[in-house]
């Protein structure tokens, strides 16, 4: 053999071991890998877990806090009658006896509004006035068993000391670019959204739709419904 066909020989076998050392370290890496995977994964989950659980736990005591304001604005200062300090309460609350719920509703619903409570659509009419004031919320939170009601149900709004009683008309899906939900009326509706299925895994790619009406309204002292705060906090956490 020439040393030409010798040297290119050698070369060609020091290419070969090369690619061979370079297979191996790629097997001892996956191998590593492999036996790590699964602590990766627990790791993983557990931060997962922790943090829908810190968001869950923020979410009930920013509640907690609303009911607490809500409730201490219900108090008549030594320089005011009861009635005057609800007037001033700014603060509107949700109620639905059917599904246990109730819940300081916030203004807005973008995804810090929402992580608070019910998300009131600004652009819509404020709940109890006249034309269709829309209210929005999560499926996996507020809003999670909204689905459950049917035509006749009771839902209350109290707001500037009065309470405002409606009963469902209506419930469907619809599609997330039907901005129909959001068409104004000559009555006073009131109209509760969520993303639908409730349990879908992953972003809903549907939305459900309650539509309210409203039937009476009965002055009240809004101090009447102090007493439904636990139950607030009951419905977030279910």
């Known amino acids: 053999m020439s040393p030409k066909a010798l040297e290119k020989s050698k070369l060609l076998l020091r290419q070969y071991y090369s690619v061979i050392r ?6 001892r890496s996956c191998s590593a890998l492999r036996r790590h995977y699964s602590a990766i994964m627990i790791v993983a989950g557990a931060l997962l877990l922790a943090y829908v659980g810190w968001q869950y736990g923020d979410m009930i005591y920013s509640q907690h806090q609303l009911q607490r304001q809500w409730a201490a604005q219900q ?10 300090a609800a007037l001033d309460d700014g603060l509107t609350r949700l109620s639905v006896p059917r599904i246990d719920l109730a819940a300081v509703v916030v203004e807005g619903t973008g995804h810090k509004q929402l992580l608070l409570g019910p998300g009131h659509i600004p652009d819509t009419p404020a709940p109890g006035d006249a034309g269709n004031s829309v209210i ?52 006073s509706r009131l109209t509760l959204i969520t993303c639908y299925p409730t349990y879908y895994i992953g972003p809903a790619p549907q939305r459900l739709v309650v539509v309210s009406k409203r039937v009476g309204e009965t002055e009240k002292q809004a101090a009447e419904g102090v007493g439904v705060e636990n139950t607030a906090l009951k419905s977030v956490a279910r």
């Open 22 to 27: 370079g297979n191996l370290a790629i097997r």
């Open 136 to 187: 929005s919320a999560h499926r996996d939170t507020f809003f999670r068993h909204i689905y459950e009601l049917e035509k006749g149900d009771e839902i209350l709004v109290q707001r500037n000391g009065r309470t405002f009683h409606y009963q469902v008309e209506s419930k469907r899906i619809v599609e997330p670019t039907d901005l129909s939900v959001l068409n104004p009326s000559k009555d």
């Open 75 to 84: 108090q008549p200062s030594a320089n005011s009658t009861r009635q005057e």
